[in-house]
């Protein structure tokens, strides 16, 4: 998982734990998840509206559970 996580480091869309570390195998949230889409539209210089990057996140993680 290195070279995403660098990656993603490197442009600002993640920044890890305070101890420098990555959970690479921790659960990620609805809010982390919003978080990065927010930072990643931002790094690729992408104006986007966050209560609508909300409601399509809502909609992709209910669509996307497992039974």
Do not use: E, H, W
């Not at 990656?7 to 305070?18: D, E, L, M, P």
């Not at 659960?27 to 986007?48: E, H």
């Not at 209910?62 to 039974?67: E, F, G, H, L, T």
């Amino acid at each position: 998982y290195y070279a995403p996580i660098a990656s993603a480091y490197n442009k600002g869309i993640i920044t890890g734990y305070a101890d420098g570390t990555f959970g690479v195998n921790d659960k990620v949230t609805r809010q982390d998840m919003a978080v990065m889409v927010y930072r990643a539209a931002k790094a690729a210089n992408i104006s986007i509206n966050v209560y609508f990057t909300a409601c399509v996140l809502q909609l992709l993680i209910a669509s996307c559970k497992v039974a």
